[in-house]
């Protein structure tokens, strides 16, 4: 079973930057919003909206996943969080800082991607050869991750 981290949720959710970037955002800190902000800054997973609202159930036994739904979207617009197209199921980011992902084929886990750091002279190459003003990209990669690999050799192995 899953533990909801309390004790690390309640401190986050004090925190001072985390309280002045809420207020920047001009979105009302209601108890709903809080639990999903905090269930998305805890975790490195890109969970899927269902995950999130199983968490969220934890501390707001009667919220329904519509709310779940509706909250994502305004977190999403103000900034809070970051909606992820990584093809399949949409899924979800705490961390707002642009960066990129790389996505597993076999088991769908979701990673960040920190070896293209070079983010901003990607959107200049490309500003320059295609005449676009570049503002932000959202960018991933799609393979196998190292469990999977492990987990395909070893179904070779035993197949053999
Ligand atoms: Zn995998
Ligand atoms: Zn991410």
Known sequence: MVQWPHERIVSM????DHRKE?????????????AILCVLRATTEHPEAGWIYEQVRKELPRISLATV???????????????LD?????????????????VCLRCGSVEDLDVLADRERLEERVSQS????????????QG???????????????EA
């Open 86 to 102: 990584v093809g399949g199921a949409r899924r979800w980011d705490g961390q707002v800082k642009p960066h990129d992902h790389i």
């Open 130 to 141: 295609s005449g676009f003003i570049v503002y932000t990209h959202q960018l991933y990669l």
């Open 22 to 34: 809420y207020d920047l955002s001009g979105l009302r800190l209601t108890a709903q919003r809080r």
């Open 13 to 16: 959710s004090v925190s001072a």
């Open 69 to 83: 739904y509706r909250n994502l979207a305004q977190l999403a617009e103000t900034g809070l969080v970051t909606e």
């Open 144 to 158: 196998l991750c190292p469990r999977c690999q492990r987990e395909e050799a070893l179904d070779t192995s035993t």
